[in-house]
């Protein structure tokens, strides 16, 4: 099994050996064979069969169907920002789920054979529970600054819990009621994108009912 060290090594092969594929072939035949890999893959063997809390370790395990067999570098699996490699069936690999982490995280498994042909599991959608409450909201800044000529502004909400973590969330799994007080200048929908609208200044609202964060949103001419 390779861990995070040498993974880089692994992750070049197996562009090299796909881009070697897609040299040899056209569009259509590289669709084709990537659809022959999806019908014959890989499926998931083990995974977690409830939510799992943060901090925990998981095994997630794979196992190959219709004859499918991975080149040598094995199946590849990514879960958390983790890459984990095995060359050897049963394939398998064990993460943690950080401790940060709030609502759920992806696992992936995808493998490549001899033939270029490349099989992936489904993507693994694992849900995280936990009792910790949100003490604060936290914004990136107390003034947002959007210029015209890209008007569009992702905030990225931040949390700390009375576990004491501070966590990245996600505004719909919390219930964050995000606004604007003048929508004319900019507006936030709910995953919190902000779309300038006109120049001037517009205060930025987040709140989850118990606890609420503000930050002044700047909109200047380019």
């Avoid at 796909?18 to 072939?25: D, K, N, R, Y």
């Avoid at 022959?36 to 395990?61: C, D, F, M, Q, T």
């Avoid at 794979?62 to 094995?74: D, H, I, R, Y």
């Amino acid at each position: 099994m390779i861990r995070a060290s040498s993974i880089a090594v692994v992750g070049v092969l197996l562009l090299f050996s796909v881009l070697g594929g897609c040299a040899e072939a056209s569009d259509a035949n590289i669709t084709e064979r990537h659809v022959a890999g999806a019908a014959k893959g890989l499926r998931w063997l083990e995974s977690p069969a409830s939510p799992v809390a943060p901090g925990a370790n998981i095994r997630l395990s794979v196992e190959t169907l219709s004859g499918f067999k991975p080149n040598a570098n094995g199946v590849l699996f990514t879960c958390c920002d983790q890459t984990i490699s095995d060359e050897t069936a049963p394939y398998q690999a064990e993460f943690t789920i950080p401790v940060t982490a709030r609502g759920t995280v992806t696992a992936s498994a995808l493998a490549l054979d001899d033939g270029r042909v490349i099989a992936a599991c489904d993507l693994l959608t694992i849900p995280i529970e936990s009792s910790a409450q949100i003490t604060e909201i936290i914004l990136p800044s107390s003034r947002i600054l959007i210029i015209t000529i890209r008007p569009e502004k992702h905030i990225t909400i931040k949390a700390r819990f009375d576990d004491g973590v501070v966590r990245t969330i996600d505004p719909t799994y919390e219930r964050l009621v995000l606004e604007t007080s003048d929508p004319e200048i900019a507006e936030v929908d709910g995953s919190g994108l902000v779309t300038a609208r006109a120049v001037g200044s517009t205060l930025l609202t987040v709140s989850n009912g118990e606890h609420t964060a503000t930050a002044t949103i700047l909109v200047i001419e380019h």
